[in-house]
């Protein structure tokens, strides 16, 4: 079924334009309220937002369409998506709701929902929210309209439930930690919990004004920390994004380690401990088959999803795994978080650093990655993958890296681009095998 607002992670688009405007943040918040109210007890929805200048617009757009179906409103104010699913389920609220566009610019907005229990929605359930925001909304009763009201503890409750995911004899001191929170949500709770553990902490990335989220700084654009981790002599760099669901590491020489590296350090940590869950890890068809191979050989497997931490998230429940992810970041560590949480795997890695007694440039490189190349693929119309002669051209780039290599080719799920990628242990095969496949979209244009 074509969807009219939802995407793969809740609704996203331009402010002001298309979908993401104030009179569609209402419909969600009437339509959604409807659809949550069940029950005689009080029904509440927890609202947070990340540094958007249209967070405003949103947030009040929001209020008045669950107070108007009769739901009672608590609103955080900018904090982490992740602190948003912990609060929903701690509240016992009904609902929650992110107001972010993740590492998007700020002209961007998103609406991102949690049911009861701290999860993402299923397709089922944002199906049904869709189909009743085409309907006339079922409005409260004078009487019955909902209140809404602001808390100002929520940030401690979050920073006490994070420091609790690393062991209570860890302490930081000594360790010189460089943070950029890109002037996005995690601004005070993610510097305030390093430095309540104990860290010299230089922070970065955290004079929010509105327009400056994932300007130059965050998980997107490292090079600000790369520079900052270099200058300060620092033994380690955390870039989260706008609304700190993603982690990025920078290590001592100023080098970026990914998600695949960062979920190698932390399952093996856990499997020392025999904490792991699942016998491996849940990744995407992005992740490098050099994790792969490090993971086979140390007795694990990794199950590999479509891209898209939800799909990671829904094999986690499936098969009883505690940790998954994706390369560019999204770390989920469900025995702590219900949604990826990039401070947790943060704080994992900072947790394995004292530990390890290790620089962090040998700790985050477990594995070597083999040469991996993703290019796109612009197309005017059509589908291109169905071309008889772009097949063609992919079954042969199958068959010469069969065994040594993977290739995945898939279409944006938000533009017209085609996405071609192709890792191998021989990089000039890489190279001409993407480039071929390439060429063949491009002709068939």
């Known amino acids: 079924m074509t969807r009219k607002f939802f995407g793969t992670d809740g609704i996203r688009g331009r402010t002001n334009a298309g979908v993401m405007t104030a009179s569609t943040a209402m419909r ?16 509440r929805v927890v609202i947070g937002k990340d540094t958007r200048l249209s967070g405003y617009m949103m947030e009040s757009a929001l209020v008045a369409g669950f107070t108007s179906v009769g739901m009672n409103v608590i609103m955080t104010g900018p904090l982490p998506t992740p602190a948003i699913a912990l609060l929903t389920r701690e509240m016992r609220a009904d609902l929650g709701v992110m107001i972010s566009a993740s590492h ?6 998103g609406i991102k929902l949690f049911g009861p229990d701290g999860f993402k929605l299923s397709d089922d359930d944002e199906a049904q929210i869709e189909a009743l925001m085409d309907e006339e909304p079922l409005l409260a009763e004078a009487s019955r309209i909902g209140r809404a009201w602001r808390i100002d503890d929520a940030p401690g409750r979050y920073i006490h439930a994070i420091k609790g995911s690393i062991g209570a004899d860890i302490r930081l001191d000594g360790l010189k930690v460089v943070i950029d929170c890109a002037h996005g949500a995690a601004y005070k709770v993610a510097p305030t919990a390093i430095w309540e553990l104990g860290a010299d902490l230089i922070s970065i990335g955290v004079s929010p004004n509105g327009t400056n989220i994932n300007d130059g700084f965050g998980s997107t654009s490292i090079a600000a ?3 900052k981790v270099v200058e300060e002599g620092a033994h380690i760099g955390i870039a989260l994004d706008g609304d700190a669901d ?3 590491v920078v290590d001592e020489q100023g080098k970026a380690v990914d998600g695949d590296q960062i979920m190698a350090v932390i399952a093996t940590r856990m499997l020392e401990k025999g904490a792991l869950a699942g016998g491996g890890v849940v990744a995407t068809v992005m992740s490098n088959l050099g994790l792969e191979r490090y993971l086979h050989g140390i007795g694990l ?26 390369q560019s970041g999204h770390m989920i560590l469900l025995d702590h978080a219900t949604t990826g949480d990039g401070t947790v795997a943060a704080l994992r890695v900072l947790a394995s650093l004292v530990r390890t007694g290790k620089p962090a440039s040998e700790l985050l490189h477990m594995f070597e990655p083999v040469p991996q190349l993703l290019r796109n693929v612009r197309y005017e119309g059509g589908k291109p993958l169905e071309n008889a002669a772009v097949q063609a051209v992919i079954a042969e780039a199958e068959r010469e890296l069969a065994g040594k290599g993977r290739l995945v080719i898939r279409p944006s ?14 990089e000039s095969q ?5 480039g071929r496949i390439c060429d063949a979209v491009k002709a068939a244009t």
Do not use: C
């Open 246 to 248: 993603r982690l990025i």
């Open 301 to 326: 497997t990794l199950e590999r999803t479509k891209v898209g931490d939800r799909y990671v998230l829904e094999r986690m429940k499936e098969g009883g795994f505690n940790v998954g992810g994706e």
């Open 413 to 426: 799920g938000t533009e017209p681009v085609i996405r071609v990628m192709a890792e191998g242990d021989d």
């Open 104 to 109: 998007n610019p700020y002209e961007d907005n």
């Open 430 to 434: 890489v190279e001409a095998v993407v």
């Open 225 to 227: 920390l790369q520079q």
């Open 28 to 43: 969600v918040g009437q339509a959604a309220g409807r659809h949550f109210m069940r029950g005689g007890h009080q029904h």
